[in-house]
């Protein structure tokens, strides 16, 4: 079905964080999917253990135990302030899952009037109704109504309208650490660790979208480390697998003991093969120095691409986000800068506010960075020569 604008571009195999093309160019994939190849390509570690795994068993159902999983639970629930793990396969479906739960816990202590859920403009939370709802996004909303019912949306970085927001009908609040699609928008500290003060106060459950900057992509486990706050749920999908469908959601107890058996389920959920590929990411992400690593990184790419935007004020606005999160709002159409950086070698990904996204493999060098700044330099040089040329 024609769902997707794609690009003229097809890849045969990827290495590490570059991807080939069946007539032999190479690209330096700084999308990596969307925040999603991890450990980029051809990860050694992960391509064994998911071979390993598919010699062993792929699927058996949530029928029986997977004590694989059990044990990933575990570790995910060591890594975060989490008490418990349910999986599913997708970004879409774990907010789906937050969203139930948000609305199960409120029922199953009495208060089934509570059901409504605060979100904020800007953002996104997936494409199933309720997330679409949750999402808000009028063009993302053409031709699906009814619209699911019980989501409020208010701007975001703005605590007074949350509190204007709550109502006695009031559930919990969705957010997302740094707005990925909606162009690479961090949420500031004061208005999460503020936002963990409202629900606190008015009995919310505050559920954290963690889909595309958890996994270590900031430079932290999940995000929202940073801003030392504590939510009551978060979801994963994106990274968690470096690329093999995954999703979870992972809660505090208050949540997650609502969720009795029969309450919730997924055929595919938490099958041996995914959870293989997460074992192996979380090798990978979790050994000692490697979020440091993803710090340092994002910093050394910030530094450059802050001298670019310095040098080209004609092609780049400013640069925004954290870790390997990072975006650069264009002063030119987004798909203008795109291209140009697809002609010297550059996969970026477009997001809203006209920002083009660069989340590399974690696993990304810092030659492969320089190599990278050097392209963006380059095509940022083109841009500008171009729009003064057209100036004149
Ligand atoms: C990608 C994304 C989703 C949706 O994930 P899918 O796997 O595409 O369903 C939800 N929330 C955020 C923040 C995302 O980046």
Redesign the pocket.
Known sequence: MPTYKRLDLAFERGEGAWLYTHDGRRFLDFGAG??TSSLGHNHPHLVAAIKAQAERVIHVSNVYRIPEAERLAERLVAATCADSVFFCN??????EAMVKMIRRTMAETGQAHRYRIICFEGA????TLA?LAATGNPKYLQGYAPDMPGFDHVPFNDLEAVRRAIGPETAGIIV?PI???GGIRPARFEFLQGLRKLADEFGLVLGI?????GMGRTGRFLAHEWSGIVPDVA?L??GIAGGV?M?AVLAREWVARHLTPGSHGSTFGGNPLAVAAAHAVLDIVLAPGFLESVEDKGFRLWEGLSAIVEAYPSVFDEVRGMGLMLGLKCVPPQEKVQQALIEEGLLVINAGENVVRLTPPLIISEAEINEALRMIRAAAARLSAESSGGAA
Do not use: L, M, V
Not at 124 to 127: D, E, K, L, S, V
Not at 209 to 213: K, L, N, P, R, S
């Open positions: 969307i925040a997708s970004g879409a479906e774990a907010n996104f939370h997936g494409r997330t997302e707005q990925g699609e979208d963690e889909i595309q900057t979801t999908a994106k469908p999703g």
